[in-house]
Every structure is written in structure tokens, then in C-alpha cells.
């Protein structure tokens, strides 16, 4: 019964009974919820945004970059790791000695740096000569990696695929020329320029540009050739069944496989420095729209209060004829609730609509900025003005991966509506504290 009176009451602080009437309060109560659903909005495409990006770079980043495991003759003592072809195939014989199955690929590489010259410009270049199979079809991490120009194919032995930013930096189109500026040691033990010259059969794109803008992928027997060990980096790329599950245990299986001097490092080992950073940006900027929340559930407290203050004559006659002060300070603990749940009903649902519509809202807002800082740099007189790019592709995706996630909508719903009630306490305590004696006198 008690809760009954209560819910009634709290519906009608809301304007939701039957009784309505003019009240100041409730209008403020009416902002309350509109300032949660607009601080919701940012929290929920905060939320979504981060967790693609982090998920896509890093997506990136094991599947072509630092592979699931990465196996490295530390010391350079093994005799596998003499010529271009013993080498790829003790890699390949690493899959077939695989006897617990989590080895599913495993190709070899040999990465420089060298300086490439092209027509129109030269730059540095990270050289990676891979293992032609490396671009087939059977490794799914080709998946992620789109032919911008031509095809991946390295087919002969001057062959090359570069990234899209230094091919167009370069100047440089398929079936063009370029040449890689390298050293090699003499009989002497000098060290002399060596100039190799390549044709380009393919420009490719991560989809992040950070990873990518100097990739050049060349054969690996070629890479052996005129990339010194001394000076670059030759291990095994070897891709797992699971690579976020069962990778220690792939990782503890190769190093029963291999010979001594092999070291073996996880993708999590060899990126552990950007995780760190990107879960620590992920966890700031959650944390700036949390207080952005917080600020709007405070606005439910001043809200109540001011109901508190217009409705002390009910209170006071519900008091008067039976009402106990828990019923009462109940009454406004739910109109708080109730408020914050209107506000994630109106906000929760655009914000996942934002979600999931990012990249054309983000395309949207470059447009019209870009329009207007165009408009207005012509009546300035300067027509020349640079494209805004609300998130360079130099240092982000240039497509969003969009997941919502429904657990962590579930958290930022329950916590809203518990800071509701939170922030309610207050105001419903002072509610029940009130004398109905004295009020009544005042009127």
C-alpha cells in the first residue's frame, strides 16, 4: 500500500498522474532528463568509437604487422637461418611438426630499412621481404589488406608492393620503376652503396596509415640478398588458431619445437606499449564524459529540491493523515529514478544510432565545416584554404569498425540510473524530515 502511495506520488511530481498543475519543479525535472539523454549521447559514441578503434588497430597490428607469434634466431646461430630458402622452409616445417594444432601458418621475413628512390622523390622505406605465399589467398590476414592499385603479387625477383602513402609520395603508379639505396660490406670490411632497382606490381592499404606509410614488401630470397643481417631483423611470422585465447599456449608449444637460440614473443609482448596507450586514452575519455553525466544527474537533485520546497503542503497533509516519512523520501527517490530512466529511453537510443552511423556523421561534419571554411575564406579574399580531417588517417582508421557492444550499454544504463537515485538521496531525506506541523501553520 505504502509503496503503492509512493509510486503515485512520484508519477505525479512527474505530471504523469491524473491531477496536473502548473509546477516550475517539474519543468526542471524536464531539463534533468534532457541533459542525461544529451550526456548519454557522447558517452555511447565515446564508447563505441573507442572500442572499434582500438579493436581495428589492433586487428591490424597482429594480423600485419607484429603477427600472432613472432620466432627470432636471437644470436643468429641456428643453420636454419643460413639462406632464403632454408629459412622459409624450417618455417614451413614448423606448421608440420605442429602436434597440438594450434600452428596454422607460418611464413619467414627479413625487415630493413633502405632508402627509396623514385621518380619524382625518394624517401626512407621499411623493407619487408616476405615469402611470396605470404599475399596468397590462404592467409586470411590478406582479409584486411586492400589492393589500392594492380595486384599482390610478387612473382619475380625485382618485384614490389609498396604502401599507398609512399607509392604517392614517391610518385609512383604500377608498372613503374623505382630503385632501394642499401649498403653491403666489402672483402675489406668496407661498407659501399648498393643500388637495386625494382618494378612496382601493387599498391596496398592497412586502412591505417600509421602502420602502413612505409611499407615496402619485396621477395624475401631478394631481401636476403641485399638487406644485411647485421643491420635488419629475420624471424618467422606465425599465425595461431586463436590468437587472443589459446596464444600462450601456442606460444609455450613452439618453444618445445624449436632448436636453441630461438627466442619466441607473442603479439601481446611486441605491442605492449600501444595497448597500454590505447587503453589509457579509452579509460580518460570515458572518464570526461562519466563527469559530463554526473554534472547532468546533479541537475535531478536541484531539480528535487525545488520540488521539495513547492510541494510541502502535500507532503505535509500526507504526513497529516498517515503518510510515514520512509513513504514520503520513497516518492522522491523514485521520481529521481524514474527521471534518470527517461533519460536513458530518449538518449540511449540515438546514441547507438550515432554509433552505428559514425563514419557518415564524421563525412557529414567534414563537409560542412570544410564548405564553410571555404565560404568564408572567399570573402576574405583567399580561396586557397587546407581540407579539415576530423581524424587524420595518419594517425587513426580511416574507417571506424562499429561494434555496440549490449553489455557495456547495459552497464552505462545501470550506472546512470544508479547515480539517479544517488544524487536523489539527499533531496528524498530532506522530504521526509519534514514537520507537517509547522508547514500547515504557514498557510
Same mark, same amino acid.
Given at each position: ?14 505530471? /504523469? ?10 519543468? #526542471? ?19 563505441? !568509437?573507442?572500442?572499434? /578503434?582500438?579493436? @581495428?588497430? &589492433? ?16 644470436? =643468429?646461430?641456428? =643453420? ?16 608440420? &611438426? ?28 621499411? +623493407? ?48 613503374? #620503376? ?67 585465447? &589459446? +596464444? ?8 618445445? /619445437? ?29 572518464? +570526461? ?8 544527474? !546533479? ?6 529540491? /525545488?520540488? !521539495?520546497?513547492?510541494? =510541502? ?22 521520481? @529521481? ?78 550506472? &546512470? ?27
Amino acid at each position: 500500500m505504502r509503496t503503492a502511495v509512493s509510486l503515485r506520488l512520484a508519477l505525479s511530481f512527474l505530471g /504523469m498522474g491524473s491531477r496536473k498543475q502548473e509546477s516550475h519543479a517539474r519543468k #526542471t525535472l524536464y531539463g534533468a532528463i534532457a541533459g542525461i539523454a544529451v550526456s548519454i549521447i557522447p558517452l555511447i559514441l565515446v564508447l563505441v !568509437v573507442s572500442d572499434g /578503434m582500438i579493436e @581495428g588497430i &589492433t586487428s591490424r597490428l597482429v594480423e600485419l604487422s607484429s603477427s600472432h607469434i613472432r620466432v627470432m634466431d636471437y644470436y =643468429r646461430t641456428s =643453420r636454419e637461418s643460413g639462406t632464403a630458402a632454408d629459412f622459409s622452409q624450417f618455417a614451413y616445417s614448423l606448421v608440420n &611438426t605442429n602436434s597440438g594444432g594450434t600452428i596454422t601458418h607460418a611464413w619467414g621475413e627479413r625487415e630493413g630499412m633502405a632508402l627509396v628512390v623514385g621518380k619524382d622523390a625518394r624517401s626512407g622505406g621499411t +623493407i619487408r621481404a616476405v615469402d611470396p605465399s605470404w599475399f596468397s589467398g590462404e592467409n586470411p590476414a590478406m582479409s584486411i589488406l586492400e589492393t589500392v592499385e594492380g595486384q599482390r603479387l610478387l612473382a619475380g625477383s625485382h618485384d614490389a608492393i609498396l604502401g599507398e602513402k609512399i607509392a604517392r609520395d614517391l610518385g609512383l603508379n604500377v608498372g613503374d #620503376t623505382f630503385r632501394l639505396l642499401t649498403f653491403k660490406t666489402t672483402d675489406g670490411g668496407r661498407r659501399v652503396p648498393r643500388f637495386t632497382r625494382f618494378t612496382l606490381t601493387g599498391i596496398v592499404s592497412s586502412g591505417y596509415q600509421e602502420l602502413d606509410a612505409l611499407w615496402v614488401f619485396i621477395p624475401l630470397e631478394t631481401g636476403f640478398h641485399i638487406l644485411p643481417e647485421e643491420s635488419s631483423n629475420t624471424f618467422i611470422n606465425v599465425r595461431t588458431s586463436n590468437p587472443f585465447g &589459446t +596464444i600462450e599456449r601456442s606460444r609455450i608449444e613452439m618453444l618445445k /619445437m624449436l632448436p636453441d637460440g630461438f627466442r619466441v614473443y607473442t603479439w601481446k609482448d611486441l605491442n605492449r606499449s600501444q595497448f597500454h596507450a590505447f587503453t589509457t586514452t579509452r579509460t580518460l575519455l570515458l572518464f +570526461i564524459m562519466f563527469l559530463i553525466l554526473f554534472v547532468a544527474s !546533479v541537475n535531478i537533485s536541484s531539480a528535487l529540491v /525545488m520540488l !521539495v520546497m513547492e510541494r =510541502r503542503k502535500e507532503i505535509a497533509i500526507i504526513k497529516s493523515v498517515g503518510g510515514s516519512p520512509a513513504t514520503v523520501s520513497f516518492a522522491f527517490l523514485l521520481a @529521481g529514478y524514474f527521471t534518470g530512466f527517461c533519460g536513458i529511453l530518449a538518449g540511449l537510443p540515438v546514441g547507438v544510432l550515432c554509433a552505428l552511423h559514425v563514419n557518415e556523421l564524421l563525412a557529414w561534419l567534414e563537409r560542412g565545416i570544410n564548405t564553410a571554411n571555404r565560404f568564408f575564406h572567399s570573402l576574405a579574399g583567399d580561396p586557397n584554404t587546407m581540407p579539415v580531417q576530423l581524424l587524420d588517417p595518419a594517425f587513426y582508421l580511416e574507417n571506424i569498425p562499429v561494434t555496440v557492444r549490449f553489455r557495456e550499454l547495459f552497464l552505462v544504463a545501470a550506472g &546512470t540510473l544508479v547515480l539517479s537515485v544517488l544524487v536523489s538521496l539527499l533531496p528524498a531525506i530532506r522530504a521526509g524530515r519534514e514537520k507537517p506541523l509547522d508547514t500547515l501553520r504557514k498557510f
